[in-house]
């Protein structure tokens, strides 16, 4: 049994008990590191549905890095 917490789930934005993700659920849902707490359902579903390329999250990609890293 997984342990839960109030949260919101990082795939489908469900706000519930989640779940963390870890180094053995990601390589078994052949996931990568996107989602970091997952509500039971979309466990469910990633570990049922495994594909060989990564899941990504739904939405559109970012095209530009979030932080700029200019040095000083």
């Known amino acids: 049994?997984?342990?839960?917490?109030?949260?919101?789930?990082?795939?489908?934005?469900?706000?519930g008990p989640v779940s963390r993700v870890a180094r053995a659920d990601r390589r078994q849902m052949k996931?990568?590191?996107?989602f970091g707490r997952l509500c039971p359902d979309c466990v469910e579903?990633?570990?049922?549905?495994?594909?060989?390329?990564?899941?990504?999250?739904?939405?559109?990609?970012?095209?530009?890095?979030?932080h700029r890293r200019d040095v000083a």
């Not at 996931?31 to 996107?34: F, R, S």
Request: charge should be positive; aromatic fraction near 4%; charged fraction near 25%.
């Open 1 to 15: 049994m997984r342990k839960q917490r109030p949260g919101v789930c990082h795939r489908c934005g469900w706000a």
């Open 31 to 34: 996931t990568g590191k996107e």
């Open 45 to 66: 579903y990633l570990v049922e549905h495994s594909v060989g390329s990564h899941v990504h999250a739904q939405g559109p990609r970012r095209t530009r890095p979030l």
